[in-house]
């Protein structure tokens, strides 16, 4: 168990919606990195916070956007969603700002797009 | 451009058949090769950061080297449990991002 979890683990939605997917880090860490999975391809990273401020981005439009708050845990918000937002979302934590330092996943959120 | 290349896509081995999974990459200053575990419909499990060529990390029948253009993983006598799809990762410099090959299923039949 790497202690970060997701909600929720699966979302069904239809093309132009919102939504949001929440993850809670670890207690202590400090950096949360979002990452869209396609099925059969490697995580894409979207972007990673730290310290509630944005830390660094993906080749991911506007529409997708962030927020980190102080008690560990993070949003993940996608606005006017398309079908090819379809995918395995997950969130990622480590203690520190960058460095060398192990990200621990969590179990994802399922996301599919009708 | 970064890149992190896995070889082969697919692989299929009896139980207690040894292999090999394959990484490379194309990255100035790395800063940490990770490799990570992922079963169907789940999050990534760490396995092994590995930081400068000639290092080498070993886990129950797992052992990942690295050297300055690839990365190996290992795999001794696998067993079924070991079916999975496993992920390589690279960190570079210019921020903690973590960049993904597609990964490598391996499927071993008992």
């Known amino acids: 168990e790497t202690g970060v979890t997701q909600s929720p683990t699966h979302l069904i939605k239809t093309r132009g919606q919102q939504v949001t997917l929440r993850c809670s880090s670890q207690?202590?860490?400090?950096?949360v990195s979002w990452y869209q999975q396609a099925l059969g391809q490697g995580p894409q990273f979207i972007f990673q916070?730290?310290?509630?401020?944005?830390?660094g981005r993906g080749n991911f439009p506007p529409r997708f956007s962030g927020l980190q708050f102080p008690n560990y845990s993070s949003e993940l918000n996608v606005n006017a969603l398309e079908l090819d937002d379809s995918a395995l979302y997950l969130c990622?934590?480590?203690?520190?700002?960058?460095?060398?330092?192990?990200?621990?996943f969590g179990p994802g959120t399922r996301l599919l797009v009708l | 451009e970064d890149q992190v290349t896995q070889s082969p896509e697919a692989l299929r081995l009896q139980e207690g058949e040894s292999s090999s999974l394959n990484c490379s990459y194309t990255v100035s200053g790395l800063r940490g090769l990770f490799w990570y575990r992922q079963d169907p419909g789940k999050g990534p499990e760490f396995l092994f950061t590995l930081y400068s060529a000639g290092e080498e990390k070993e886990k129950e029948r797992l052992k990942a080297t690295l050297t300055k253009k690839e990365s190996f993983l290992h795999i001794t006598a696998p067993k079924p449990e070991d079916s999975a799809t496993y992920l390589c990762a690279v960190r570079i410099p210019s921020g903690s991002r973590l960049t993904f090959g597609e990964g490598t299923q391996l499927t071993v039949n008992p």
């Open positions: 990622a934590s480590n203690p520190g700002r960058g460095g060398e330092e192990t990200q621990y």
């Open positions: 207690s202590g860490h400090n950096t």
């Open positions: 916070y730290y310290r509630e401020e944005e830390n």
